[in-house]
Every structure is written in C-alpha cells, then in structure tokens.
Nanobody, 115 residues
Framework: QVQLVESGGGLVQAGGSLRLSCTAS????????MGWYRQAPGKQRELVAA???????NYADSVKGRFTISRDNAKNAVYLQMNSLKSEDTAVYYC?????????WGQGTLVTVSS
C-alpha cells in the first residue's frame, strides 16, 4: 500500500519562502507523476505543480516564476519550493502521486501566508 507523508507547512509572512516535502512509501511503479495541489477555504482543490518521473513539469499560472517543483526518484520524494509567497497562497497543500492503476493523496499540510 502506497502512503504519502508531507512536511514543511507553516506560517510565513508575505514575501517569504517555504519548502514542502513529500515522501512516498510502498511499491510504486517507476513511471509516475507526482504533484502538489492546494485547497483554500471555500474553494475547489486545484493543481499547483506536477512533475513526471522524467522530470517534465507543469505549473499553475498563478505560481509560475515563484514556485519550483522537483523530485528525487531514488527517494520517491517530491518537493515544492515556494518563494515570494502571497496571502492568496494560503491553503492546505496536498501531495499526490499518479501511476498506472494508482492514485494516492497525502494528508495535507497547511500553509498560511500573513499579509
């Protein structure tokens, strides 16, 4: 059974930075997509950034130039470096992994950006 464990959320002032980490445990097909989603209060969950096992990335327009997703395939880990944070980035951030016959979500980590 695959599990995702996230860390790195917290409270930060606007303009600051945070780094989220997520590690997958269990048997994972090597071809997969790992990503970060977020859900703000009263809003739908949305994709923030995703990265394939080959290193191809995709970002939401709202975070381009500020956030960077990366991964370590040897550790089954994905990271999200968030810079120049804004109050509108406040949300619960969820790690996600998709592979053939598999999709798993992490428990979520809260990011709060104070203005």
């Amino acid at each position: 059974q695959v599990q995702l464990v996230e860390s790195g959320g917290g409270l930060v002032q606007a303009g600051g930075s945070l780094r989220l980490s997520c590690t997958a445990s269990g048997s994972i097909f090597r071809l997969n997509v790992m990503g970060w989603y977020r859900q703000a209060p009263g809003k739908q969950r949305e994709l923030v950034a995703a990265i394939t096992s080959a290193g191809n990335t995709n970002y939401a327009d709202s975070v381009k130039g500020r956030f960077t997703i990366s991964r370590d395939n040897a550790k089954n880990a994905v990271y999200l470096q968030m810079n120049s944070l804004k109050s509108e980035d406040t949300a619960v951030y969820y790690c996600n992994i998709k592979a053939i016959y598999l999709e798993v979500w992490g428990q979520g980590t809260l990011v709060t950006v104070s203005s």
